[in-house]
């Protein structure tokens, strides 16, 4: 990886360090989730930095519409309603 960023640009910390991320995005009305993003992470506020070559290679799997048939895996993913929490939350 050739990341140069040596200091968060976000918080200013210099504690970032190499990891293995994953993201989710949407893709019309599905939610897909990329693992193994090769990033740099801020470890104090969290913030992920990705460099030219993978943006690119998200932007071109992407493209290809996340074809299911190229998935790793599937995985399930609970959905909640706010609608729901602000049915239950007490009167203010
Ligand atoms: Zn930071």
Not at 36 to 47: H, K, R, S, T, V
Not at 52 to 74: C, H, K, N, S
Request: aromatic share 6%; with cysteine; glycine share 4%.
């Amino acid at each position: 990886m050739q990341l140069s960023v040596a200091k968060c640009t976000n918080c200013g910390a210099h504690d970032v360090h190499p990891t293995n991320a994953r993201s989710a995005f949407w893709h019309d009305d599905r939610l897909v989730v990329v693992e193994d993003i090769p990033a740099l992470q801020c470890a104090a506020c969290g913030e992920q930095y990705y460099d030219d070559a993978t943006i690119v290679a998200l932007d071109l799997l992407r493209g290809t519409g996340f074809d299911p048939e190229a998935a790793r895996r599937v995985m399930a993913v609970t959905v909640f309603s706010l609608e729901d929490a602000l049915a239950t939350a007490p009167e203010r």
